[in-house]
């Protein structure tokens, strides 16, 4: 059954179209309409890692639509601690589920349950690999505040060695032709082989490790959470760390429309003083992570968004 | 020197399996992908960088008493894609085996990445390797992505 396990699923066309979809759910995300065009359908939740906001996310985005959810719950308690193999786990779900929703702790463990079950599977992260919703709903959040995706000027900052959101992120972006400047230190640098591979793909890739000389030419910078444990001791941390933050008196400099985003949660990277400028984006963005989930599993269930939504819904 | 004092190096053998045209190097990588150890008791006679018109040098192996089955072949595509394989009866070629490097090599060799959900031997389904690039052979493993290690590939067979 097809699913979505890495952006590399969908076409440029169908992803412009799911957030044209996204785009007219806004007011059912909000809850100011009631629209159940998911009414009757379940969906899996499967979180074998701890998730706040994905997990949230794509449940508050089925019960918008008037579906259900089953959870997982708590690894430690399910059969998965028996000795429960994936495979076994996706086939009881399948049973009880018209979707799923899965991160796993293993890379290519959503291809594996996409291969094991009957149902769609909506990649929610596996290990370092992918995390198609996350860019799905961060490709929205960029296109709501543009009004395009084409051409624009993206900075990704901060651990970009690890971040699985940054790695799928970048490829999206270079498919609608972005410009992307990578900034981190020299040690969380983007993996060398998706750089090459941006470049193969015709993009103009920048790389530095000074972030806020970046600020008057970005559209949007991605920040992202630079961990404590990647360094040998706190000294060191503190040392790198440290210019990879932004205050509101960084911004000055910055075009006036330009968005900060975060795929949450923060630590210290992006100073509370950011929060009450124009340009903090990331709580939008979190809610965004609804809508676009919602459009997800409307087309991937074959379920058409009426054009007009007003229309369709009753209001709340 | 020509192709026949190559194949003079060793002598012929009266019926078994003669791999030609290995990349220089790497029969021994393909005496461990066929399984071919200590542990049988057929003659096996093996030469090393000889030289080739074709491919400048070249490995031969000849294992005697035994031909290669298809599994085996699928394997061999792995680290001598264009490889000859004679199968020889009687002294003679008695048949040509083609390798045939498939766009997916399924269940011969599990992927090499630590962190992959089939490092999970108690999953039931397909290891299943790509091949993203015939030359230089490149494989990535259908599930985590991951490009594979061609030398590690040997040590993860199944």
């Given amino acids: 059954m097809p699913g979505i396990i890495t952006m590399d699923d969908l076409t440029n066309e169908e992803i412009i179209s799911i957030l044209d979809d996204a785009e007219k759910l806004l007011p059912v995300a909000r809850g100011e309409l009631y629209l159940p065009l998911l009414q009757g359908r379940i969906l899996g939740n499967l979180f074998f890692e701890p998730s706040t906001r994905t997990r949230m996310s794509f449940e ?25 193999t ?4 996706i086939q009881m779900v399948d049973g009880y589920t018209d979707i799923i929703a899965m991160r796993h702790p293993r890379q290519g463990a959503a291809q594996y349950a996409s291969d094991s079950a009957s149902v769609p599977i909506l990649n929610g992260g596996d290990g370092a690999g992918h995390h198609p919703t996350q860019t799905m709903l961060d490709l929205f959040t960029i296109r709501r ?24 992120l970048s490829h999206a972006l270079v498919r609608f032709g972005c410009n992307v400047t990578f900034a981190s230190p020299d040690s969380l640098r983007m993996p060398e082989e998706i750089v090459n591979d941006l470049r193969l793909h015709g993009a103009e890739v920048v790389e530095t ?4 000389d970046q600020i008057p030419s970005a559209d949007v910078i991605y920040m992202t959470r630079i961990q404590k444990e990647r360094f040998p001791d706190e000294d060191e941390y503190n040392r ?29 990277e992006i100073h509370p003083s950011v929060d009450s400028t124009r340009h903090a984006c990331y709580f939008e963005q979190a809610f965004n992570g609804v809508v676009a989930r919602m459009a997800l599993m409307c087309w991937l269930l074959e379920v058409k968004i009426p054009e007009d939504v007003n229309e369709a819904g009753v209001p709340l | 020197m020509s192709q026949e004092a190559n194949m003079r190096r060793v002598t012929a053998i009266r019926n078994g399996t003669v791999i030609d045209h290995i990349p220089s190097g790497k029969a021994l990588s393909v005496l461990k992908m066929l399984g071919i150890g200590g542990n049988m008791f057929n003659p096996v006679s093996l030469v090393m960088n ?3 018109k074709k491919m400048g040098g070249k490995d031969i192996i000849k294992v005697e008493d035994r031909e290669l089955t298809q599994n085996e072949l699928d394997r061999l595509a792995l680290v001598a894609p264009d490889a000859s394989v004679a199968i020889i009866r009687a002294y ?20 090499t990445f630590s962190n992959c959900i089939t490092t999970n031997h108690r999953e039931p389904l397909p290891h299943r390797l790509m091949v993203t690039n015939r030359d230089p052979l490149e494989l990535r493993c259908r599930y985590c992505g991951k490009t594979q290690d061609i030398e590690g590939l ?3 067979l199944l």
């Fill in chain 1, 60 to 84: 508050t985005a089925m019960k918008r639509l008037g579906g259900d959810v089953v959870n997982l719950g708590d690894v430690k308690s399910s059969s998965v601690v028996k000795g429960e």
């Fill in chain 1, 86 to 89: 994936l495979f076994d786990t």
């Fill in chain 1, 145 to 168: 505040a543009h009004g395009t995706l084409e051409g624009l000027n993206v900075v990704l900052a901060g651990d970009l060695r690890f971040g699985r959101t940054v790695h799928s």
């Fill in chain 1, 209 to 212: 490790t000074e972030l806020l």
């Fill in chain 1, 240 to 268: 790198v760390a440290g210019a990879y933050k932004l205050h509101a008196r960084d911004l000055d400099g910055a075009k006036s429309e330009m968005i900060i985003m975060h795929p949450l949660p923060r630590v210290e």
């Fill in chain 2, 50 to 52: 000889v030289p080739s």
């Fill in chain 2, 92 to 111: 003679s070629v008695a048949e040509k085996l083609e390798i045939n490097l498939t766009d997916e090599v399924i269940n011969v060799a599990r992927c």
């Fill in chain 2, 154 to 156: 040997v040590d993860n």
